[in-house]
T-cell receptor, first 113, second 114 residues
Framework: DQQVKQNSPSLSVQEGRISILNCDYT??????FLWYKKYPAEGPTFLISISSIKDKNEDGRFTVFLNKSAKHLSLHIVPSQPGDSAVYFC????????????FGTGTRLKVLA | DVKVTQSSRYLVKRTGEKVFLECVQD?????MFWYRQDPGLGLRLIYFSYDVKMKEKGDIPEGYSVSREKKERFSLILESASTNQTSMYLC?????????????FGQGTRLTVV
């Protein structure tokens, strides 16, 4: 069973506009959520995270929103740039649990110049 | 800067061979992980280790084993490689210090089994 789901396999956005990537989870025990960015033939790099005690975390052009009641998080990128074109993975963890990270299937973002 | 290094970027092995994938981290992290990435399936956890000589199965451990004899090194072993183990393998590490901490990944090993 897929505990972390990214239902959109791909997304295309015009440069300068907002990119919104979505992620849903099923396990209410998750209390720490992360977004990673991955370029082809490279390992994922950490982008931004959010603890379950917050509903928003911002870092420059990147903002993550968490809706615990809906078990949903989203990543907003504003403004989108061509260099943001990559695969984005969301991940969830139980910070007070076994420390393992469960990843979604990824969303491929293409930012059009 | 955290560095997670995987021994090979690309590997080609024959069916039935025993394959070793090595991973070393230099930040004294307690936790280490092996994932595989396949199109449409995302990153799936194979095994993880939260201490030396300790290991736990992830979601897809069949056909794999691991070894962690030293804190900085975590090895993934394919006992008898099969074509369905052709994949991108990713090693990661994280610290136990603090409750909210991210995992740091290596550059990946693209394994092809022929």
């Amino acid at each position: 069973d897929q505990q972390v789901k990214q239902n959109s396999p791909s997304l295309s956005v015009q440069e300068g506009r907002i990119s919104i990537l979505n992620c849903d989870y099923t396990n209410s025990m998750f209390d720490y959520f992360l977004w990673y960015k991955k370029y082809p033939a490279e390992g994922p790099t950490f982008l931004i995270s959010i603890s379950s005690i917050k509903d928003k975390n911002e870092d420059g052009r990147f903002t993550v929103f968490l809706n615990k009641s809906a078990k949903h998080l989203s990543l907003h990128i504003v403004p989108s740039q061509p260099g943001d074109s990559a695969v984005y993975f969301c991940a969830a963890s139980r910070a007070r649990g076994t420390y393992k990270y469960i990843f979604g299937t990824g969303t491929r973002l293409k930012v059009l110049a | 800067d955290v560095k997670v290094t995987q021994s090979s970027r690309y590997l080609v092995k024959r069916t039935g061979e025993k394959v070793f994938l090595e991973c070393v981290q230099d930040m004294d992290h307690e936790n280490m992980f092996w994932y595989r990435q396949d199109p449409g399936l995302g990153l799936r956890l194979i095994y993880f280790s939260y201490d030396v000589k300790m290991k736990e199965k992830g979601d897809i451990p069949e056909g794999y084993s691991v070894s962690r004899e030293k804190k900085e090194r975590f090895s993934l072993i394919l006992e008898s490689a099969s074509t369905n183990q052709t994949s991108m393998y990713l090693c990661a590490s994280s610290s136990k210090q603090g409750l909210d901490t991210e995992a740091f990944f290596g550059q990946g090993t693209r394994l092809t089994v022929v």
